[in-house]
């Protein structure tokens, strides 16, 4: 099985990750670990924090001559705000000492996990909560998935995104995008979706609507207000086979739920057409099989986003992503003090307008951490050699 766990703060020294369970021999470097994490921060609309994030990965175990050797892999990000912001963060965020003299948090932003932390683990400082709450978490996570990622790409499954909306500007149905990506999709797999988004300074495949949202952004700066959205994560190359019915931890689609809904401020997931599919006739949504010559089966149409059954069907993963907007607003919300009871308006600290362009790239490495879990649950063994062995046999 593979795991990662993630350790760090916002404005601590560092952040750490552990992989554990990938097999000898997979090619990996901090060149490609560093590329999926400057993808990460860019995107117009985000505020000061991404300027200052320029992520270095550091690799400690787990690999040898730029291939993995089957042990933990230790990873470590140094957050640029301990380093260079100079704002006094060692002294904030110091490990020992009593921290008397630094200032205390006390008022929550609605929407942001600063209430509910301090009421969880009796903090009389909402700092720590800011701290760990942070989607800063994501820069390691996307480190950590990559990894596998790098795994997937050795057996032509790739992963990519883009969005679909951001607050009131977008797509308005598959029907507006579904072709065009599927056309990416299929003569340079998913990745060459992500390489079109990329150029866009929302991720976003068409221009009109880029400037659009890029102007939408603008006048919500203006009138102190975030935005949400939503994008699409495609996974190409997959064989079927990988999930199964026969235990609920054990489905795909949940297990995909699951990776993007654990991302900081994502609300909602959609597998396929899920939520027209809802409101559809059944003979309008199901899709059809058909047999190839060379005795594959395969379907006529992908509504059901690669997936029945809780079990990859061979065609694209097709999962979409909702994220609410950013709770810090300049505009502040009603709040109440902790310290005195008394009710104010929040606070603001630096903060992105939107990030669903930053949330989509996050959400293609949870995906990918997912699929190539599920793909060495079937395929897996000791060395890359090995599963190359075992998916060649199959
Ligand atoms: C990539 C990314 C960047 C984010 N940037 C910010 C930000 O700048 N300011 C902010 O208030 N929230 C930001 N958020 C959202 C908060 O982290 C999130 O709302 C908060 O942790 C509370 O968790 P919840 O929304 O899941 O309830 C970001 C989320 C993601 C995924």
């Excluded at 495609?234 to 199964?244: A, D, K, N």
């Amino acid at each position: 099985m593979l795991r990662y766990l993630t350790a760090g703060e916002s404005h601590g020294e560092a952040l750490i990750g552990i992989v554990e369970g990938m097999p000898a021999g997979v090619p990996l470097t901090a060149e490609a670990i560093n590329h999926h994490l400057a993808r990460r921060w860019l995107g117009f609309g985000r505020g000061g924090r991404a300027k200052l994030e320029r992520d270095k990965i550091h690799i400690y175990s787990g690999v040898r001559f730029s291939k993995t050797i089957a042990g933990p892999i230790a990873l470590r990000l140094d957050n640029a705000a301990y380093t260079r912001d100079r704002a006094g963060w060692p002294s904030v965020m110091a490990v020992d000492g009593t921290g008397e003299g630094v200032a205390r948090i006390t008022l929550p932003r609605p929407g942001h996990a600063d209430l509910v932390g301090v009421q969880k683990y009796g903090f009389d400082d909402i700092r720590p909560v800011i701290e760990r709450a942070s989607a800063r978490e994501t820069a390691m996570r996307v480190a950590c998935c990559t990894i596998a990622r790098l795994l997937l790409k050795q057996f032509g499954i790739e992963v990519g995104s883009h969005v679909l909306r951001i607050g009131q500007v977008g797509f308005e149905g598959p029907e507006d995008w579904r072709a065009r990506v599927d056309a990416l999709a299929a003569q340079g797999g998913a990745e060459a979706v992500s390489r079109l988004a990329d150029k866009s300074a929302v991720r976003m495949i068409d221009e009109a609507l880029t400037a659009a949202c890029v102007e939408h952004i603008k006048a919500t700066k203006r009138q102190r207000d975030s935005l949400g959205g939503a994008y699409e994560v495609l996974v190409t190359g997959v064989p079927p086979g990988l999930g199964s019915y026969v235990h609920w931890e054990r489905r795909l689609s949940g297990q995909l739920a699951q990776a993007v809904l654990s991302i900081q401020a994502q609300k909602a997931v959609e597998i396929g057409d899920g939520i027209d599919g809802a409101r559809t006739p059944g003979s309008r949504v199901h899709d059809p099989i058909y047999r190839e010559e060379s005795g594959a089966y395969r379907r006529h149409s992908n509504n059901a986003g690669g997936i029945e059954g809780g079990i990859s069907t061979g065609m694209p993963i097709i999962v979409r992503g909702f994220m609410k907007p950013i709770p810090t607003l300049v505009q502040p919300l009603g709040s109440v003090d902790l310290a005195t009871g008394v009710p104010q308006l929040s606070r603001y600290e630096r903060s992105d307008i939107t990030s669903v362009q930053a949330a989509s790239t996050v959400a293609e490495s949870t995906v990918a951490f997912v699929i190539a879990n599920a793909f060495l649950e079937k395929y897996g063994g000791d060395s890359l050699e090995e599963i190359q062995e075992h998916y060649a046999s199959v």
